[in-house]
């Protein structure tokens, strides 16, 4: 029997469609062919090729090594292509009903890793804190321009999750303006004077049907209203608003979940496409208590249909209970 839930986090509404578990064979992407962007014939990203990047920004090196030069282990550099231009400051025009504004940003890549063959989960777990420390370290330098208001990290792996190179990557956009999304977070404070994700994590772990998997300091977690099947999330313990305050111990507890987490859904997913976003708290705006930065990671196991565009109501195959049974039964962290 279909059941609706309600997404408090988007403040929406999931239909969960069907309480059986489906073969990675039964998702309409996995049926379409290859997963994978097509293999680069040349690749800006790996080792040799640091010149045909913009200037990198910051970088774990070998030392001794010089910036922009092969040596690195980690490297982060504004992207080349950027959607964004870091000039100038956020102006709102308004003409009559329609406001538009320059497209300031900054958009920056972090290459994960020098090899071009490697994915994110098959890099040594110390490779992997080193990815973790160097997007903190970006996120507190953009968080102090103060004309920033929201930073994005993310990650698009895969052919269907929007990526245009294969080469193991993450990015990192900061944006002069406040995500719509985050105002419902804000006024759930508000409303409760508590955190949702703070309740939501209260709540799961009593029930514990949904938990995939936990250790000192984070929890995997498929949600109540999962939007997409085998979507999981990442959540710390500790109630903090931003990413760029994730300590040291706290980066080599997450490095095991993750590591462990996407070896598990590309095993049992047939090697699907993935995204991973960071949902944070908004920067420069002051306190924002009802913020609990956290992790989502969605397999593209299916595309948007008419019906979703038109409502905003995402159609999910497979409940979070039977995902969470799944992963929970394979994950071998």
């Not at 040594?124 to 102090?144: C, D, H």
């Not at 985050?182 to 994590?201: A, F, G, N, R």
Request: charged residues 20%.
């Amino acid at each position: 029997m279909p059941e609706l839930r309600q997404d408090l986090f988007k403040n929406s509404w999931v239909v969960i469609a069907t309480d059986v578990e489906l073969k990675p064979r039964d998702f309409p992407i996995n049926r379409s062919g290859s997963q994978h962007v097509i293999a680069d014939s040349f690749c800006p990203f790996c080792e040799g090729k640091e010149t045909t990047t913009p200037p990198e920004l910051a970088a774990y090196r070998q030392a001794g090594t010089e910036p922009d030069t092969p040596g690195w282990q980690v490297r982060a550099v504004p992207n080349k292509y950027s959607a964004f231009s870091p000039e100038g400051s956020f102006e709102a025009q308004n003409e009559s009903i329609f406001t538009r504004a320059n497209g300031f940003g900054q958009h920056e890549v972090i290459v994960e890793t020098p090899q071009h063959d490697v994915e994110f989960h098959e890099l040594p777990f110390e490779q992997i804190e080193l990815v973790f420390k160097m997007l903190r370290q970006r996120y507190n330098t953009l968080a102090q321009d103060q004309r920033m208001k929201y930073l994005q990290i993310y990650k698009n792996r895969g052919l269907f999750a929007g990526a245009s190179l294969s080469h193991s990557h993450s990015q990192m956009v900061g944006l002069p303006m406040v995500p719509e999304v985050c105002k419902i977070l804000s006024c759930y404070y508000e409303d409760h004077q508590t955190c949702l994700m703070c309740e939501t994590l209260e709540q799961e772990l009593k029930q514990e049907k949904r938990i995939v998997w936990q250790n000192e300091h984070f929890v995997i977690l498929c949600p109540y209203a999962s939007r997409y099947s085998y979507e999981t999330w990442i959540v710390p313990r500790r109630h903090t608003e931003h990413f760029g305050e994730i300590t040291d111990q706290e980066i080599s507890s997450l490095a095991v979940a993750v590591q462990g987490l996407l070896t598990t859904l590309l095993d049992k997913l047939d090697n699907t496409s993935y995204n991973i976003v960071y949902n944070t708290a908004p920067i420069n705006v002051g306190h924002q208590p009802g913020f609990h930065w956290n992790m989502e990671i969605t397999p593209r196991l299916v595309v948007t249909n008419g019906i979703e565009m038109g409502t905003g109501y995402n159609i999910n195959p497979v409940s979070p209970e039977i995902a969470a049974r799944v992963l929970r039964e394979r994950i071998g962290v």
